[in-house]
């Protein structure tokens, strides 16, 4: 584990053993300074899962947003060898808000597409928040189109508030791009799986998650509007409280969208969350992509478009009691 850039409030307990931590492993290594640190990082672990076991709906969104969460590039360069990264859509443009290219994943040829939030600030303005415009949707369909032509299954990494509603973006199609990546995805020829490694709002975040398995990172977040929005017409303005009570009504999380049969699995995170241990996170993201890959390689292609139009017909008919 390492300690964040930015505690949120619910992590702020562990600031201060994280703050001794980093203190004595910069002393000269003694017998008494290797037990204390072996006694110390012990109590963080078990500190850093307790705080997030009963985390709100609200407390998960806001996890889901740390600035220290790992990004899509940052799973492709753990996860991935020979990842040579595609751009532009043909069209207008590159949009730094998806990216895409070409890799190697658990020895398999793939093709990789994902929201890019950025880390810094600079990074984050380029990228557009990770909120991508029509060029970025086309430039996913043209990285599918590329993995059906050349039979590389598909890897997609969902981490969006959702698509970009400016007026240019409006103006160039925004409509348009996703309903044709959304089309691209669901008659695609070759496995597809879908990762929600951080926020997954609206159809910015479903044009990059038509899969035939959808997995989501434990503190994820995945629903039909940000908490946000949902506040904002629901109950016609927005506050932390009601942004609060937004997040608990669309059942966002994880488990409940394990339990609506919306997501096939939910992969757990590290304690305290995938931005305290990226590695750990990543090898368990890994070892999830790798199973269900190598499972869905086994398919005839007609069968495996067929079970996943099949997928999403189904969704709202088995729906847990509320």
Same mark, same amino acid.
């Given at each position: 584990m390492h300690p964040p850039s930015t505690y949120l409030a619910f992590e702020?307990?562990?600031?201060?053993?994280?703050?001794?931590?980093?203190?004595?492993?910069?002393?000269?290594?003694?017998?008494?300074?290797?037990?204390?640190?072996?006694?110390?990082?012990?109590?963080?672990?078990?500190?850093?899962?307790?705080?997030?076991?009963?985390?709100s709906p609200w407390e998960r969104v806001q996890l889901a947003r740390h600035p220290d969460r790992p990004s899509t590039l940052d799973y492709v360069r753990r996860l991935c060898t020979q990842f040579v990264e595609l751009h532009g859509d043909r069209r207008f443009a590159d949009d730094g808000a998806v990216v895409g290219g070409l890799a190697r994943f658990a020895g398999r040829a793939v093709v990789v597409?994902?929201?890019?939030?950025?880390?810094?600030?600079?990074?984050?303005?380029?990228?557009?928040?990770?909120?991508?415009?029509?060029?970025?949707?086309?430039?996913?369909?043209?990285?599918?189109?590329?993995?059906?032509?050349? $039979?590389?299954?598909?890897?997609?990494?969902?981490?969006?508030? $959702?698509?970009?509603?400016?007026? $240019?973006?409006?103006?160039?199609?925004?409509?348009?791009?996703?309903?044709?990546?959304?089309?691209?995805?669901? $008659?695609?020829?070759?496995?597809?799986?879908?990762?929600?490694?951080?926020?997954?709002?609206?159809?910015?975040?479903?044009a990059l998650a038509v899969a035939d398995r959808v997995l989501m990172q434990e503190h994820a977040w995945y629903s039909v509007i940000a908490p946000e929005g949902c506040a904002s017409i629901l109950f016609r303005r927005l506050t932390p409280e009601t942004a609060a009570r937004s997040a608990a009504l669309l059942h966002l999380t994880a488990e409940d969208l394990a339990a609506a049969k919306v997501v096939d699995e939910v992969v757990r995170e590290p304690g305290g969350g995938a931005h305290r241990d990226p590695a750990h996170a990543a090898a368990r993201l890994g070892r999830a992509l790798e199973r269900h890959l190598e499972e869905l390689a086994r398919r005839p292609v007609r069968t495996l478009v067929a079970r996943r139009h099949a997928r999403y017909r189904r969704f709202g008919t088995d729906l847990p009691p509320a």
């Open positions: 702020r307990p562990l600031a201060a053993i994280d703050a001794e931590i980093a203190a004595l492993a910069g002393r000269r290594v003694t017998g008494r300074t290797t037990e204390r640190l072996r006694r110390l990082r012990a109590a963080q672990r078990r500190l850093a899962r307790d705080l997030v076991r009963g985390l597409v994902g929201h890019q939030r950025g880390r810094t600030q600079a990074e984050r303005i380029a990228r557009n928040f990770g909120m991508a415009r029509p060029e970025g949707y086309r430039k996913a369909v043209r990285l599918f189109e590329l993995a059906a032509r050349f $039979g590389r299954p598909v890897l997609t990494f969902v981490d969006t508030q $959702g698509a970009y509603p400016g007026i $240019g973006a409006e103006e160039r199609g925004q409509a348009e791009a996703i309903a044709a990546s959304l089309a691209a995805l669901a $008659g695609l020829g070759v496995p597809v799986v879908c990762a929600v490694i951080g926020e997954g709002g609206s159809g910015g975040a479903l």
